[in-house]
T-cell receptor
Framework: AQRVTQPEKLLSVFKGAPVELKCNYSYSGSPELFWYVQYSRQRLQLLLRHISRESIKGFTADLNKGETSFHLKKPFAQEEDSAMYYCAYYNQGGKLIFGQGTELSVKP | KAGVTQTPRYLIKTRGQQVTLSCSPISGHRSVSWYQQTPGQGLQFLFEYFSETQRNKGNFPGRFSGRQFSNSRSEMNVSTLELGDSALYLC????????????FGSGTRLTVV
């Protein structure tokens, strides 16, 4: 079955430290992968699409087809990065399959 | 430009009742999907509509249904409510010309007592 796995429920780092939120998917072929972020009391919002290869708020994510991974990285974490992060895989027909989410806590 | 609007924001219903939630997508967006978010199960796909047709459905019982109108607005209905239906129900819309990611609404918080 198609599945998105985020192995860490909680990731706690200090401000200025590097961050890597892990995401693995189980699907063969050409996946469309996304990272969504949900700040406290705010709606879920799109952070990154793998296809656009962009950097948003200092975050980047590289698709590694060999390892079936799409980890989210930021070299220097900021306190305002504290949020829930969801990795998602797009299944044709309008369906996004989400991972369980990783709560990132950036401490001062 | 207005975002995805969901009404109502909060609902409290009794077991056995039925409920209808509403979603207005971003103007011009023709694809609308619904998700259930709970602490235990996370974000679960319910169904997706495009041009008034359901294209995809998640693994939810038949008590969960939806529809989309010609103006792309969508409703979802849950009949015979159970305590386990308590959740945040999220609606999302996209242009669906080339899928570039969904824009989500703030959700409707449903509590079944």
């Amino acid at each position: 079955a198609q599945r998105v796995t985020q192995p860490e429920k909680l990731l706690s780092v200090f401000k200025g430290a590097p961050v890597e939120l892990k995401c693995n998917y189980s699907y063969s072929g050409s996946p469309e992968l996304f990272w969504y972020v949900q700040y406290s009391r705010q709606r879920l919002q799109l952070l990154l699409r793998h296809i656009s290869r962009e950097s948003i708020k200092g975050f980047t994510a590289d698709l590694n087809k060999g390892e079936t991974s799409f980890h989210l990285k930021k070299p220097f974490a900021q306190e305002e990065d504290s949020a829930m992060y969801y990795c998602a895989y797009y299944n044709q027909g309008g369906k996004l399959i989400f991972g369980q989410g990783t709560e990132l806590s950036v401490k001062p | 430009k207005a975002g995805v609007t969901q009404t109502p924001r909060y609902l409290i219903k009794t077991r056995g009742q039925q409920v209808t939630l509403s979603c207005s997508p971003i103007s011009g967006h023709r694809s609308v999907s619904w998700y259930q978010q709970t602490p235990g199960q996370g974000l679960q796909f319910l169904f997706e509509y495009f041009s008034e047709t359901q294209r995809n459905k998640g693994n939810f019982p038949g008590r969960f249904s939806g529809r989309q109108f010609s103006n792309s607005r969508s409703e979802m209905n849950v009949s015979t409510l159970e305590l386990g239906d308590s959740a945040l129900y999220l609606c999302a819309s996209s242009l669906d010309l080339v899928f570039a990611g969904y824009t989500f609404g703030s959700g409707t918080r449903l509590t079944v007592v």
